[in-house]
C-alpha cells in the first residue's frame, strides 16, 4: 500500500499478478478487513510502532494545496486535510504513555496546518500545546514550508527547552527562475530572508534543507548560483535530488531538459561542496559534550543521535562500546573524539 499502489493500482495488478492485494494512501480500513481484522474506531489513535520504541512520527495532516511544478503528491495524496487539533494531541498523548520521547512532526506542508479547517495557521499553537506534554525530550519539526512560514513559530521553538532547535525547511533552488517555473511561491531574497530570520531568532538552530539539481531549464549559470547560495548558507544538514520527470504534473510537459549525465554530475558536485562544510561543522564539535539519544547497538559502535539530526536522513554519533551500560532508548551525555564528514565519533561522559 501507498504511493505507487493508489497512483498505479490497475497497471500494477497486471504487472505482478502474484500479489494478493493492492491498497491506496487512504484504505487503512480496506487492508484491515481485508487481512480478517475489525475496525474500531475508538483505537483509530492507538498505534503499534513500526520505529524504535523511543521515538514516532506524529502526522498533523494528509495531502497538499500547493502547486510545485515536480511533485506529484497531490495528485496521489489529494487537497490539504489538516487533522483536528484535539485528535492530534490525544495520539501525542498516547505515544507519550506509551514510552515515546522523541516525536517528530510531520505532514506534506506542516506550517499550512489548520488554514483548510480554522481558517488560520495553527502549527505554532499545536507546537506549544504538545511542547507540554512533559515525556517528550524532543520535539522536532519536519517539512516546513518557506512561503508563508509562520514566523512566530521561532519563537515557540525558543520558547520550549525539549523543542529542537531544529528546522527542515525544503528551499529546492535558489535561482528566481527556476523558483518561479517550480511555482514554489518564494524568490531568492525572501528565501534568503526567512533563513537571516530562524538564525537571528535562533542562534544555535541547526537547519536542514533539500534542492532539486537539474529542473527543466536550470543552465550552467543557475546551478553555479546554487553552488554559491550553498556555500553562503552552510547548511548543517542537506538532502539531494536530481530531477525525475512525474507524469500529470506541470513540469511533466516542459521541454528543456538537462541530460541525465549532467544532472548527476551536478549533484555529485554539490554534494562535495556539502561534504565539505559538514566536515568543517563536525570539526568544530571536537571535545564538544552533547546530548544524544540511543537509537540502537551496531558492531562495535552503539549508533546515536544529536537533537540537530532526524532518524535516518542526518548524521549520527558512533559511541565505541567499552564496557559501560548503555540502553539504547535512552540519552546520554558524550564527549566528541573524532569526526568525518557527517557523523560523529563519541565517548560516554
Ligand atoms: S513538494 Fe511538498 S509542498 Fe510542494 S506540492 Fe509536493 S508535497 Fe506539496
Known amino acids: 500500500m501507498g504511493c505507487l499502489s493508489e497512483r498505479y493500482k490497475d497497471q500494477l495488478k497486471t504487472d505482478i499478478p ?3 492485494a493492492f491498497f491506496g494512501v487512504n484504505d487503512l480500513e480496506k487492508i484491515i478487513r481485508h487481512i480478517g481484522g475489525n475496525w474500531f474506531h475508538d483505537l483509530e489513535n492507538e498505534r503499534k510502532l513500526s520505529t524504535p520504541p523511543h521515538y514516532a512520527y506524529l502526522k498533523i495532516a494528509e495531502g497538499c494545496d500547493r502547486k510545485c511544478a515536480f511533485c506529484a ?3 496521489i495524496r489529494g487537497k ?3 487533522r483536528p487539533f484535539h485528535e492530534v494531541v490525544k495520539e501525542a498523548e498516547i505515544l507519550a504513555n506509551t514510552g515515546v520521547k522523541e516525536i517528530n512532526i510531520i505532514s506534506q506542508d506542516t506550517t499550512y496546518y489548520g488554514l483548510d479547517l480554522y481558517k488560520k495557521r495553527r502549527l505554532p499553537e499545536l507546537l506549544s500545546t504538545i511542547a507540554q506534554i512533559k515525556e517528550f525530550e524532543w520535539i522536532r519539526l519536519h517539512y516546513t514550508y518557506p512561503d508563508g512560514f509562520p514566523t512566530e513559530l521561532l519563537q515557540v521553538i525558543n520558547n520550549y527547552p525539549n523543542i529542537c532547535k531544529y528546522i527542515d525547511i525544503p528551499l529546492q533552488h535558489i535561482n528566481d527562475r527556476i523558483l518561479k517555473s517550480m511555482h514554489r511561491g518564494v524568490n531568492s531574497g525572501q528565501t534568503r530572508e526567512i533563513l537571516d530570520n530562524i538564525r537571528k531568532t535562533i542562534p544555535d538552530v541547526a537547519i536542514r534543507t533539500t534542492f532539486i539539481v537539474g529542473f527543466p531549464g536550470e543552465t550552467e549559470k543557475a546551478f553555479r548560483e546554487l553552488k554559491q547560495f550553498v ?3 552552510q547548511f548543517d544538514r542537506l538532502g539531494l535530488f536530481t530531477y525525475s520527470h512525474e507524469e500529470g504534473t506541470s513540469a511533466f510537459k516542459l521541454r528543456n531538459t538537462v541530460p541525465e549525465k549532467i544532472k548527476a554530475e551536478r549533484a555529485e558536485e554539490l554534494m562535495t561542496i556539502q561534504e565539505a ?7 568544530k564539535k571536537l571535545g564538544a559534550i552533547l546530548k544524544v ?5 551496531e558492531g562495535e559502535y552503539y549508533i546515536a543521535r544529536t537533537a540537530a539530526d532526524s532518524p535516518d536522513v542526518d548524521n549520527e554519533v558512533l559511541i565505541r562500546k567499552n564496557g559501560r551500560k548503555i540502553n539504547p532508548g535512552s540519552f546520554y551525555q558524550v564527549r566528541v573524539t573524532g569526526i568525518d564528514s557527517f557523523d560523529l565519533y563519541a565517548e560516554l561522559q
Do not use: F
Request: proline share 4%; no cysteine; aromatic share 0%.
Open 73 to 75: 503528491i497531490p495528485l
Open 18 to 20: 502474484e500479489v494478493d
Open 231 to 233: 556555500e553562503e548558507s
Open 293 to 297: 539519544i540511543v537509537d540502537r547497538k
Open 80 to 82: 490539504h486535510v489538516s
Open 277 to 283: 562544510i559538514s566536515r568543517k561543522l563536525n570539526a
